[in-house]
């Protein structure tokens, strides 16, 4: 009996070291992103990095990727003061933030189609934002991609949802009337639109 399950463990992992390739690539692409709980309009920018594909099944792959993103939202609505008559002045400022993102995003395809999940940590490295809550950032990626047959293409659609509040929104809300302008929990929304490509057969 021993024997008969040392013989299956051996063949179950000869199998999955045939079936395990790595594969390194390149990702690209549009990124629109904001902040929730606030009164603004997306940004449109981009995002770029690299990856590693680890095929462990026919149809299941384990990716790393490491992503310089650039974020933030536009027209965000502030409150900057009050008037010589007492009536609130309101400014909309373009706040930026940038993130260098480290994901582990989990790949299930079937026929090309594929669903993408994961965590990523991201690092902020520069922003113009008078006073930010945090220096990194905790997320969830959801998506779904078409791997394009005999190409090593791949297109990607994705969501990104922080979790951590980023912004100190009692600096940019500052007054007991303009509550409305900012919530009290500003996280971080970021879409992407875009394109991987994966080296080698």
């Known amino acids: 009996m021993k024997k008969l ?4 463990f051996i063949l179950f992992i000869n199998s999955i070291n045939a079936q395990v390739t790595f594969k390194p690539g390149l990702r690209a692409g549009a990124a629109f992103s904001t902040f929730s709980n606030t009164r603004s ?5 981009f995002y770029i990095g690299g990856f590693g594909e680890i095929k462990l099944t026919r ?5 790393p990727e490491i992503t310089y993103s650039r974020q933030g939202s536009n027209n965000v609505k502030t409150f900057v003061g009050y008037t010589n008559d007492g009536e609130q002045i309101v400014e909309s400022k373009n706040l930026d933030i940038d993130y260098v ?8 395809t079937f026929n090309g189609f594929q669903v993408q999940a994961g965590p990523t940590l991201d690092f902020r490295t520069r922003d113009n934002l008078r006073y930010e809550k945090s220096d990194a950032d905790l997320t969830l990626v959801v998506g779904f991609g078409y791997k394009v047959p005999l190409t090593g ?12 509040d980023v912004i100190d929104s009692d600096y940019y809300s500052s007054n007991d009337n303009s509550d409305y302008l900012f919530g009290d929990y500003n996280t971080n929304v970021n879409f992407q639109l875009g394109v991987s490509y994966a080296f080698g057969k």
Not at 41 to 45: C, G, W
């Open 41 to 45: 309009s997306y940004k449109s920018d």
């Open 59 to 63: 149809i299941y792959a384990l990716q």
């Open 101 to 108: 993102s480290i994901a582990m995003i989990n790949k299930f």
């Open 5 to 8: 399950i040392a013989i299956v």
């Open 153 to 164: 293409l791949t297109i990607e659609a994705r969501i990104k949802k922080g979790l951590i």
